[in-house]
């Protein structure tokens, strides 16, 4: 009986010894590599099936299809989401012959991780690097990866956004994207004066209490925002937000949807394009001065539709075609800023005076606002060439 237990006990050493089937299906040249454990654990998720198999070559460039497929595997990217991405990053560099630049992937991965299409650094938005230029059109996605920590360290100082990026680089660029913990959620308070978020989420058990930096990155539909007072306000009880995070530090916080203030205004903006080609004189003259009844239900119920396709609430729609401001003042007091004028093209007037609360002003602004646009058509012109 003792040899047998002597072999039992060799086979079983033998078997615990023995390189399991992970170990074996890792790269061949990683071994030593500086991202060997970011390849090694993108490789056990399975992204790299498709692309390599033996080698890893962690020092060769990505092609951009290569790279596109890396981050569609890492993201879950359908493969219309994967082609609406490649032309977009066509439109906003010009490839690289030989490869996917730094700079190139920086922007794919920026755009994923919450900036989207968005591509416009804010005023006072200064490079972290000492070779990059806010007018470069990846800017916004370079910086947005250093804020988030995401970049190796080698990558300091200098970025060297047209070098071309090896595999070992995307490989622990990506695994480090794919560590923040993403949760989405709703807005339940704001504690500590705004240096605390507290968040419901259908995912999380109970609800998940975050650490605002000061460096926190905030995005809005379309934009970044950057003014501490309106970074404040944003984050409202009830606000639908998608918060990246690494352990209890908030690092990214995406607003989601638009302001019932830009919907309003934007509904208005849109509105009047759309309205300028069914208007008779005597409507618009109507509109200008505020005389909805002399408009008709038929133009009436165009602008309501208008308002509440692009995000008011119904009553808040009725509320604007009835003039009933004193049941939008709620939705009135949420600050505008500077910001908000340029990205919504309205007067700067306007936003002061909703900033002031002086309602009679914003009613003021906004008529003015809505002649200039209805004189200025195209559809009038025509009118008074004729």
Do not use: C
């Amino acid at each position: 009986m003792r040899p047998a237990k002597v072999t039992a006990f060799v086979v079983a050493l033998m078997l615990l010894t023995l390189p399991s089937a992970a170990v074996l299906a890792a790269f061949a040249d990683i071994n030593g590599t500086w991202a060997e454990s970011a390849i090694t654990a993108l490789d056990e998720k399975g992204l790299f099936t498709g692309l390599w198999t033996e080698e890893f070559a962690p020092s060769r460039s990505l092609s951009h299809a290569e790279a596109l497929q890396l981050l569609a595997s890492g993201f879950a990217l359908t493969e219309e989401e994967s082609e609406e991405l490649a032309q977009w990053l066509n439109q906003l560099l010009v490839a690289h012959p030989e490869g996917i630049t730094r700079g190139e992937y920086a922007a794919l991965l920026g755009s994923i991780l919450g900036l989207g299409e968005h591509t416009e650094a804010p005023k006072g938005f200064y490079p972290s690097f000492s070779d990059l230029n806010p007018d470069y059109p990846g800017f916004l996605g370079i910086e947005l990866l250093q804020r988030l920590a995401l970049l190796p360290t080698h990558m300091v100082g200098r970025f060297e956004p047209y070098r071309l990026l090896t595999r070992a680089e995307a490989a622990y660029i990506l695994d480090q994207a794919l560590r923040l913990r993403e949760i989405t959620g709703t807005v339940a308070e704001v504690q500590s004066e705004g240096r605390q978020l507290v968040l419901e989420s259908a995912a999380e058990e109970g609800n998940t209490t975050l650490t605002l930096l000061a460096e926190t990155l905030y995005i809005s539909p379309g934009s970044l925002i950057r003014d501490p007072v309106s970074r404040g306000e944003s984050l409202r009880p009830g606000q639908e937000v998608v918060v990246l995070a690494r352990e209890n530090q908030a690092l990214l916080v995406r607003l989601e949807g638009e302001t019932r203030v830009q919907a309003l205004l934007e509904g208005l903006n849109k509105a009047t394009q759309l309205l300028a080609d069914v208007l008779t004189p005597e409507q618009i003259n109507a509109l200008i001065t505020g005389n909805w009844d002399q408009l008709g239900e038929e133009v009436r119920y165009q602008v309501y539709q208008e308002l509440v396709e692009r995000g008011a609430a119904p009553w808040e729609a009725e509320a604007a075609i009835n003039q009933d401001w004193s049941g939008l003042q709620l939705m009135l007091k949420e600050r505008l800023t500077m910001e908000t004028a340029d990205y919504l093209d309205v007067a700067p007037e306007l936003i002061s005076a909703a900033l002031d609360q002086n309602w009679s002003k914003v009613l003021e602004y906004a008529q003015v606002e809505l002649a200039q646009r209805l004189l200025t058509s195209e559809w009038l012109q025509n009118i008074m060439d004729n």
